[in-house]
């Protein structure tokens, strides 16, 4: 059972729109993470966050922007959607005491902007 | 190049083999090392990880490290339909870096 969850799972839009793609844990972790993941290519990090109010970008040029006002959600929301941003996004958590940084992903979120 | 290589596949072998799955990568500082399985439509899960060198058993999965060869490795015994998947390695130095991903090895099962 996914204590991860994401929504929407898929989502069909037009360029120019706003979007939010939610994630939230029941798992209490401090650390939350956005990837993205496109066919045959390995995941690439875009936003991170070790806790409230803390928030990071990653290692992929990100035109989204991301927010983490309580522990347990961390949305992710892209401001104008263009073509380029389709993709698949996946949110993580981790527990911050892990030395081993083991993730715990949602099922993603399956962007389409046409 | 990239820090961590795998090879996409797909690999297709008969239900019952042993599947290998493996990564190279290249930064000698890497101490843990991941093995995350990812179904169609899902997000990865993890299947088990090692610290540093060695093997590490659980069912009929093994991972093996060998940090003088900066290779690691997969064996999934007796395989099954359902271990048709696509597999992730992932590794980094510790909890403060960010895991550096391997593309995935899509892995078929064939009945």
């Known amino acids: 059972e996914a204590d991860i969850y994401q929504t929407p799972r898929y989502l069909v839009i037009g360029t120019g729109k706003k979007i939010t793609l939610e994630c939230s844990q029941t798992?209490?972790?401090?650390?939350m993470y956005w990837y993205q993941q496109d066919p045959g290519m390995e995941l690439h990090l875009i936003h991170y966050s070790y806790g409230v109010n803390s928030t990071e970008k990653g290692d992929l040029s990100s035109e989204s922007t991301v927010s983490r006002i309580r522990t347990e959600h961390f949305p992710l929301t892209l401001e104008s959607a263009r073509p380029s941003h389709t993709s698949q996004y996946l949110c993580?958590?981790?527990?911050?005491?892990?030395?081993?940084?083991?993730?715990?992903f949602g099922a993603g979120s399956r962007l389409t902007v046409l | 190049q990239k820090e961590v290589e795998q090879d996409p596949g797909p690999l297709s072998v008969p239900e019952g083999a042993i599947v290998s799955l493996n990564c190279t990568y290249s930064n000698s500082a890497f101490q843990y090392f991941m093995w995350y399985r990812q179904y169609s439509r899902k997000g990865p899960e993890l299947l088990m990880y090692t610290y540093s060198s060695g093997n590490k058993e659980d069912g009929r999965f093994t991972a093996q490290v060998d940090k003088s060869s900066k290779y690691i490795s997969l064996f999934i015994r007796d395989s099954q339909p359902s271990d048709s998947a696509t597999y992730l390695c992932a590794m980094s130095q510790d909890s403060n870096y960010q895991l550096i991903w391997g593309a995935g090895t899509k892995l078929i099962i064939k009945p």
């Open positions: 993580a958590s981790s527990d911050a005491g892990s030395g081993a940084n083991v993730l715990t």
């Open positions: 798992m209490g972790h401090d650390k």
